[in-house]
């Protein structure tokens, strides 16, 4: 890597073209997602490696469900397979996990794989894997609203700021991201972490997720380094 690179706490990464990278192999999309999760774990190995806090990816978004049933159920499987494996690997190799998103509507075994894995990270120190799964920015803020209008109203909660507004999120106590990638070409947020990349520094790459790489984070990272981030000052 490049010397004078400033390592970010916290990337946040938008795993997006799996689709396109199928299609133009000619393969149904569901290989396209197979092959991210692939570059996701050897994503994720990477930058623990480097010193990372936490690794943030959106896998599932509140809106994906739009897709068909098929493609929802094939990513299912890729998850629930992943977090199988997570649960025998996680401690060994010293990587946390935490599922952000809302996972009621997930399958049971999906939902109970989720709650292992936030058990064994209780006993895991350092590097942190936040994997957004059935997750939107939006929900996140309504479902925040609405557990502070409860505590409001039971006398939890007296008055409303922006620090005590975050420990309602999904994110407590994750400090915000620091750097944003999004591969594949698409210039937008989807709706992701709306409220925690207020100050985030963005990073576009036209590569889709599948190709994505080693390289690719280390060019993100040093990007970031030459960054000047004022969050408002000069
Ligand atoms: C991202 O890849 C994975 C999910 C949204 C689950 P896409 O499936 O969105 O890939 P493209 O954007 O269609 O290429
Ligand atoms: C964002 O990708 C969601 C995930 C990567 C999980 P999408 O492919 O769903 O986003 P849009 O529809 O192109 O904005
Ligand atoms: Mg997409």
Redesign the pocket.
């Known amino acids: 890597m490049a010397e004078k690179v400033r390592i970010p706490r916290h990337i946040a990464i938008?795993?997006?073209?799996?689709?396109?990278?199928?299609?133009k192999r000619g393969l149904p999309?569901t290989a396209?997602?197979a092959a991210?999760a692939e570059t996701f774990r050897k994503i994720a190995t990477y930058c623990k490696n480097i010193g990372l806090e936490h690794l943030t990816v959106?896998?599932?978004?509140t809106e994906?469900w739009k897709?068909p049933k098929e493609?929802v159920d094939a990513?299912m499987a890729l998850l629930e397979k992943y977090l199988y494996e997570a649960i025998e690997k996680m401690e060994r190799d010293g990587i946390r996990l935490n599922i952000m998103g809302d996972i009621s509507p997930l399958s049971p075994k999906l939902r109970e794989l989720a709650v292992s894995t936030s058990y064994i990270s209780e006993r895991i120190r350092g590097f942190q894997v936040n994997l957004c799964l059935n997750y939107g920015g939006r929900d996140e803020i309504v479902r925040a609203a609405r557990k502070f209008a409860e505590d409001y109203k039971s006398g939890k909660a007296t008055e409303l700021s922006e620090e005590g507004f975050a420990n309602y999120l999904y994110t407590k106590g994750i400090p915000d991201p620091d750097l944003i990638i999004r591969p594949?070409g698409?210039l937008r947020l989807s709706n992701f972490l709306i409220w925690q990349s207020a100050y985030a520094e963005l990073f576009f790459t036209d590569t889709?997720?599948p190709d994505f790489s080693e390289a690719e984070i280390d060019r993100a990272i040093a990007a970031f380094s030459k960054r000047s981030r004022r969050f408002g000052g000069i």
């Open positions: 938008i795993m997006d073209g799996n689709g396109r990278w199928a299609q999309r396209g997602h991210g959106y896998a599932f978004s994906n897709r493609e990513i594949s698409e889709l997720w």
